[in-house]
């Protein structure tokens, strides 16, 4: 029942996720059977070792890679039976994504940064404006922007490229080790943020880490081994 129910009210889907990469000494099995739902307002952290497959997953449920086998639903929608334009459109309006490195164009301000995909949608200055604002109070850096990127600190930093994630309004959020490049006590703050955030928001968010704060923080922790899920 739980799991017809998980299915039900699922906004990010795998079944049976299995990733083979071709290499010059043949096939490199690396997801296996893979099956994940996320519900909107939960917050899951995976877990795993360097080189388990918690990227290669990121990446094919984000889209950006595609399973060899299996499907992945992003808001019910199968990504296989969209063509290329209708699949991008889905994941710039649904799905943000975040990394280890905050990738900020250093000589831009915070709010210019946050712009960006705005601006790549065509939204006027005024809808701009009004979107980076908000999501630049959400992510408590209201006072910082217009401070040039590289005036700020790397939990500043990490804080606009979450902004940035999500002023589009997506209802995913995928992270890859978003604390990796941070210390421990602003790691902790940027996953207190995080929590803050799916409340406020009732985003889905999967974050991809080694980082033990994150495991207090989530709600469901998963854990992949050699390209197997196991849940806990
Ligand atoms: N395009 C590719 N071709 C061949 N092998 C790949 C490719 N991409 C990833 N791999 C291999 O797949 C395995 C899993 O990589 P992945 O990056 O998913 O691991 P990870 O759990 O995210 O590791 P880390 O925590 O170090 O980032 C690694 O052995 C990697 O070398």
Redesign the pocket.
């Known amino acids: 029942m739980s799991n017809q129910l998980a299915t039900a009210t699922a906004i990010l889907e795998a079944l049976n996720v299995s990733r083979i990469?071709r290499?010059p000494r043949g096939p490199?099995p690396?997801l296996h059977q893979v099956n994940l739902s996320l519900r909107p307002g939960e917050f899951v952290a995976l877990r795993?070792?360097?080189?388990?497959?918690?990227?290669?997953?990121l990446n094919i449920l984000g889209g950006l890679d595609d399973p060899t086998e299996g499907r992945v639903s992003v808001v019910g929608q199968p990504l296989e039976s969209l063509g290329d334009r209708a699949r991008a459109a889905l994941r710039r309006e649904q799905i943000g994504l975040l990394f280890q490195n905050a990738h900020l164009f250093p000589s831009l301000t915070a709010r210019e940064n946050i712009e960006i995909p705005l601006r790549l949608q065509h939204l006027n200055s005024k809808e701009r404006e009004e979107r980076s604002k908000e999501v630049l109070h959400l992510v408590g850096l209201s006072e910082r922007a217009e401070h040039r990127s590289l005036e700020l600190s790397g939990g500043e930093q990490q804080r606009v490229a979450l902004a940035r994630a999500l002023v589009h309004r997506p209802r995913i959020l995928l992270a890859?080790?978003p604390t990796g490049n941070l210390d421990s006590q602003t790691s902790l703050k940027i996953m207190q943020l995080f929590r803050m955030v799916v409340q406020q928001t009732n985003i889905a968010l999967l974050i991809?880490t080694?980082d033990a704060a994150v495991y207090n923080q989530a709600d469901r922790v998963i854990t992949?081994q050699d390209g197997h899920l196991l849940y806990s």
């Open positions: 990469f290499t490199l690396i795993g070792r360097s080189g388990s497959g918690k990227t290669t997953l890859d080790e991809a080694h992949i």
